[in-house]
């Protein structure tokens, strides 16, 4: 699973749940839009935490997988 594909999913689980921290959903419209998606996720670690803590089970070891392949 690439890392689009899992900012797709991280949509659809935005889009399903009311989040109350609209700051991360802000940002992750924000992310989405730029090219350098990648490179602001790998500086903000704090933002990355904020992901990870809506995707469980399965889909957290994935994105744990996917943003430790695009530290490289």
Known sequence: M??????????KVFGQRKVRR???????????MRSTMLRVLERS?????CILRFLRGGM???ALASLS????
């Open 2 to 11: 690439t890392v689009a594909a899992m900012w797709a999913a991280a949509k």
């Open 69 to 72: 392949q695009s530290r490289r």
């Open 45 to 49: 670690a704090s933002y990355s935490n």
């Open 22 to 32: 609209d700051r991360c959903r802000q940002t992750l419209m924000r992310l989405n």
């Open 60 to 62: 957290q070891a994935v």
